[in-house]
């Protein structure tokens, strides 16, 4: 893990240096990359051989944010003019839409378990402050519920109001860790873990769990992989806790985080499903340079029952709708959003185009922003 944080660093560094990325740029890299430290240096390896920097973007947007509702998906997409927008289609391929606010760049969506409701986060080029958005999807008002200059990442609308996210915070040592936060409209953000994460995304909510992928020392128990070995153990960065819906809190909070789901290789990215009976996460045997990672699904007790392989560049974290899962894979010249029927094991797929001259004959959507935003 000391070897990836090291390498993280050099790519935060290559950026400024070498691509000549704005800090914005590199904020939301930043950002995109909490929870995804091995994908995300895949992403770098590409851009030091020559990789095009929209080619980079898309491999780093994969990761950036998948949300499904009953009849919508929505993802992060890059613009090709180093934004990114948030792209919304009906899950039968029609009906595209596209939130790309001009000089703003978005990440990080999730719709409300309901479907009225999409959360995300944006920043204006140039400035320092990212915002937390809510947006009710028939009429795209939206509030601004946080205003922040920290990291910012994986809001989750919870229900009741009440909407979780990831984001920096000082540690006693003077440093910055990232912990679970909830915020609602108009009301100060409450801390709910203090365990000081290296990186934590994606989080999600289902039932009373609440899951996320995370990297840390001080609030984590200590793995049981030497350093010689780490390549060789079985090793997870995925955290489940208990959760209370009706009061929006983590109780029972154990002192040391204790790994979930070690099955075989390397395991990140869980995302829960609405009851919280079921996770889907990505998998790498560690095999091949770069990694590749599949999609598992698992019982919460650990039980994987399935799962793809993956085919193309990338799949993003999974996103579940009652007993179906569905996942976006990135390809060189589109995107495929595969839809699993668990209970049939009947597996669908739609391809859509990701070239910025295809998305700018994509219908915008125009948002409608107002509200009392509390600044972290």
């Known amino acids: ?39 995300c240096y895949a992403s770098f390896r590409g851009a030091t051989s020559g990789v095009d920097r929209l080619t980079q973007a898309r491999q780093r947007s994969i990761h950036g944010g998948f949300t499904v509702s009953l009849s919508t998906v929505a993802f992060q997409i890059p613009l090709g003019d180093e934004t990114e927008g948030i792209i919304v289609l009906d899950r039968n391929g029609d009906g595209e839409r596209l939130i790309a606010t ?6 990080s969506p999730r719709f409300s378990l309901d479907g009225e409701r999409l ?12 915002e937390l958005l ?10 601004i519920l946080l205003r922040t200059q920290a990291a910012l990442s994986s809001p989750v609308d919870a229900g009741n109001g009440n909407v979780i996210f990831s984001t920096s915070a000082q540690r006693a040592d003077g440093g910055r860790g990232f912990d679970v936060f909830v915020v609602r409209k108009g009301q100060t953000p409450v801390r709910l873990t203090n365990y000081e994460a290296y990186g934590l995304s994606p989080i999600s909510v289902g039932g009373n769990k609440i899951a996320f992928g995370a990297d840390g020392g001080r609030g984590f128990e200590p793995s049981p992989c030497t350093d010689r070995d780490s390549l060789k153990c079985d ?10 819906p009706s009061n929006a809190t983590i109780p029972n909070k154990p002192a ?51 799962g793809f392989s993956v085919e193309g560049v990338a799949f993003s974290s999974g996103a579940f709708v009652g007993d179906t899962l569905l996942v ?12 699993a029927d668990l209970s049939s094991r009947r597996v669908t797929g739609m391809g859509i185009k990701h070239s910025p001259e295809y998305l700018r004959t994509i219908e915008p959507i125009t948002l409608s922003v107002d509200g009392f935003a509390d600044v972290l």
């Open 134 to 143: 809510s947006c009710e999807t028939s009429t795209w008002h939206c509030s």
């Open 102 to 107: 001009k000089n703003y760049t978005h990440w």
């Open 328 to 339: 976006n894979e990135l390809f060189d010249d589109h995107y495929r959003i595969l839809s």
């Open 1 to 39: 893990m000391k070897k990836l944080k090291y390498a993280l660093l050099a790519v935060i560094v290559f950026v400024l240096v070498v691509v000549g990325g704005s800090v914005t740029t590199v904020v939301w890299w930043f950002s995109s990359c909490q929870g995804h430290m091995q994908q």
């Open 235 to 244: 090793k997870s960065n995925i955290y489940v806790l208990e959760y209370d």
């Open 119 to 130: 959360v995300f986060v944006r920043q204006m080029v140039g400035s320092k402050d990212r």
């Open 256 to 306: 040391a985080l204790a790994p979930r789901f070690a099955v075989a290789g390397y395991s990140t990215s869980p995302i829960l499903s609405g009851d919280g009976k079921r996770v889907a996460f990505l998998n790498t045997n560690r095999k091949g340079n770069p990694w590749r990672y599949n999609i598992a699904v698992a019982d919460i007790d650990g039980v994987v029952d399935g």
